[in-house]
Nanobody, 124 residues
């Protein structure tokens, strides 16, 4: 799976960032996609999903602050993050929903099927 995340950085609490995920493997571009994050010492968690038709879902912790979207013509998925909090600090990843590794190898964390992620650091 070729997924390239970008857009992370250092931001103050209350600030905004927009993450992008380029889906290089075009066969995935019509699948349901999700944004995930992994904070230090914690498991990787699913934050938001978007179907091929554009339906979205969010976990409670980011609902109302984060917006997932996709541009199928550009094979790109976005995550607009507003009102960022220090607890949002993590490495952010995109992947299919569920992650492609769970389908192909049965492993959620199979590194062959994750991009490098993009680091978001929110200072207080």
């Amino acid at each position: 799976v070729q997924l390239v995340e970008s857009g992370g950085g250092l931001v103050q609490a209350g600030g905004s960032l927009r993450l992008s995920c380029a889906i290089v493997r075009s066969s995935l571009s019509r699948k349901a996609m999700g944004w995930y994050r992994q904070a230090p010492g914690k498991d990787r968690e699913l934050l938001a999903t978007i179907s091929s038709g554009g339906s979205t879902n969010y976990v409670h912790s980011v609902k109302g602050r984060f917006t997932i979207s996709r541009d199928n013509a550009k094979n790109t998925v976005y995550l607009q993050m507003n009102n960022l909090k220090p607890e949002d600090t993590a490495v952010y990843y995109c992947n299919t929903d569920p992650p492609f590794g769970t389908i192909v190898s049965g492993s959620f964390y199979d590194p062959r099927y994750w991009g490098q992620g993009t680091l978001v650091t929110v200072s207080s």
